[in-house]
């Protein structure tokens, strides 16, 4: 299982749900809670959040330029070729 996001093969296809724009990719949300990330501050209305406990999931922080503000984005990892 490999994320096409952190892998450069797609886009992050995060839509802002306040405002509907194009989100930007931040990186994986591990690289942000590192011991020397900075904070960053979150909010948590995505629908999609429900699961971002899934470990299918990479979860990424996304960024609206329009409102400034950060989310988690749960990105579907996708299957190994055999
Ligand atoms: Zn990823
Ligand atoms: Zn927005």
Redesign the pocket.
Known sequence: MFCPVCNGLQPINAA?A????A?EDWGRMTDWIGPYAPYVPLETDMTSLDQSADDKNCLHIVY?P??Q?TVEAAVAEWGSPH
Do not use: I, Q, T
């Open positions: 802002c306040n405002c509907d724009l989100m609206c329009s409102c503000r």
